[in-house]
């Protein structure tokens, strides 16, 4: 069974840019989740979809962004960006949307901006 | 507000040690779930193992083994014998029931460090 695919592996990007990141489901998931892992910051939580709606999301600018698709693939935007956004973006999904539930996480995008 | 705390920022050991990582939790819900993730250098996160709150029975899994004490907040984490295969960073995990919110609050992570 295939597990969570994020792609692309890495981006660079300059100051001021859009970043698109993708993320594929493991089989069978609605949720997908989005992290972000700055040095220095840790694992923070981005963005909850399920089920083509945006359930929650943590605290970060307007300017981050995403949708998930029929498929239940989704897509994270970095709109404007800004240096500090250099991290990995994590994908995760899981069975359902609820706590209970484990999260199963792709091998991330690596952003750079500079 | 939850919190996990990884008060281990960084731990080498010899190989065939074994290794114990610390995980502390705070939540005020009496329903919620504790994970642990390994990350290597790669940089996918792993799952590793979930626990429920209710469930306070230790596990072992070949050469890993869990400890949650709920009277101490505390799911920790031990490595038997340990591996160079082992060296990577691990998180510990807390996810809550309350609110809509479903996603993962996770500790800063240990280093594990296994040399020769």
């Not at chain 1, 990141?21 to 949720?31: D, F």
């Not at chain 1, 840790?42 to 929650?56: A, I, P, V």
């Not at chain 1, 800004?82 to 999904?93: G, I, P, Q, T, V």
């Amino acid at each position: 069974e295939a597990g969570v695919t994020q792609s692309p592996t890495h981006l660079i990007k300059t100051r001021g840019q859009q970043a698109t990141l993708r993320c594929s489901p493991i089989s069978g998931h609605t949720s997908v989740y989005w992290y972000q892992q700055a040095l220095g910051l840790g694992l923070q939580f981005l963005l909850w979809y399920d089920e083509g709606e945006e359930r929650n999301r943590g605290n970060f600018p307007p300017r981050f962004s995403g949708r998930q698709f029929p498929n239940y693939s989704s897509e994270l935007n970095v709109n404007a960006l800004e240096l500090e956004d250099s991290a990995l973006y994590l994908c995760a999904s899981s069975f359902k949307g609820t706590f209970t539930d484990t999260q199963y996480f792709g091998p991330g995008t690596r952003l750079t901006v500079l | 507000a939850q919190k996990v705390t990884q008060a281990q920022t960084e731990i080498s050991v010899v190989e065939k040690e074994d290794v114990t990582l610390d995980c502390v939790y705070e939540t005020r819900d009496t329903t919620y779930y504790l994970f642990w993730y390994k990350q290597p250098p790669s940089g996918e996160l792993v799952f590793l193992i979930r626990r429920n709150s209710f469930d306070e029975q230790n596990e072992i899994s070949g050469r890993y083994s869990w400890n949650f004490q709920k009277s101490t907040s505390s799911f920790n984490f031990t490595i038997t014998a340990s591996q160079v295969v082992d060296s990577a960073v691990y998180f510990c995990a807390l996810s809550e029931a309350t609110g809509t919110a479903s996603k993962l609050t996770f500790g800063t992570g240990t280093r594990l460090q296994v040399t020769l």
